[in-house]
């Protein structure tokens, strides 16, 4: 976790979160919001500057600050994964956010820009991938590897030696079974029991086993889901 300045990306309801966290809860040094120029509706946020992103190298220097990309699941993580390549072209270092009562064994490897929230039960020997969202109350059981971009929402449990592919979506309460495997951009929709192992692309939204015969792109046109 950062004890730099950092500036955080992104002015929606996930940036308003993880501000509240790493300023009141994790004493973290905020100085600025930062966003693309066409979504900034105010000069300022919380007291904080927020400015357009092509200007943020000339008003606070990836020398002097660290980045935190704070947007939400918006095409199965994809925009966030995107802003991250071009804040890292741009020369930013984007630490992990963990929060200081997370519940992970000492030691757990937790990719960049991950965003890991108090009361979250992490066994031993997991690997968390980069650009990870874990909210609280998620489980996440021993052996067990989440790729990257991936985000698992709060109470979502994931069983033991189990492998979450990269840019997958787990909603409140999914659960995962113990030693599955599940596939790239996959959405465990909420409350689904997943106990065999899923291939890319694949959608489960009610309490069974058997994916929806539908991609995960057919079901995010087709749903009301929305993204933060």
Request: with cysteine; hydrophobic share 45%.
């Amino acid at each position: 976790m950062s004890k730099r300045k950092t500036v955080i990306f992104g002015i929606g309801k996930i940036g308003e979160v993880v501000h509240d966290l790493m300023t009141r809860e994790a004493g973290m040094d905020v100085v600025a919001w930062t966003v693309d120029r066409a979504f900034i509706t105010a000069p300022e946020k919380e007291g904080l500057p927020v400015v357009p992103f092509d200007e943020l190298v000339a008003r606070f220097p990836p020398a002097e600050v660290d980045l935190f990309v704070a947007i939400g699941y918006h095409d199965m993580n994809a925009v966030r994964s995107c802003t991250m390549e071009a804040a890292r072209a741009m020369g930013y270092t984007m630490p992990a956010f963990i929060h200081p009562e997370a519940g992970l064994p000492q030691g757990t490897p937790v990719g960049e820009n991950s965003f890991i929230m108090r009361d979250v039960h992490v066994h031993p020997r997991v690997t968390i991938g980069r650009n990870v969202f874990v909210w609280s109350g998620a489980i996440v059981g021993h052996h067990t590897r989440i790729g990257d971009h991936c985000w698992v929402t709060s109470g979502a449990n994931i069983a033991g030696a189990c492998t979450i592919g990269d840019h997958t979506f787990l909603a409140i309460n999914a659960t995962i079974g113990n030693g599955v495997a599940i596939g790239r951009r996959c959405f465990i929709g909420a409350n689904a029991l997943v106990v065999k192992d899923l291939a890319d692309e694949q959608v489960v939204i009610a309490a069974a086993d058997k994916p929806i015969r539908l991609s995960t792109d057919q079901f995010l046109r087709m749903s009301n889901f929305t993204s933060l």
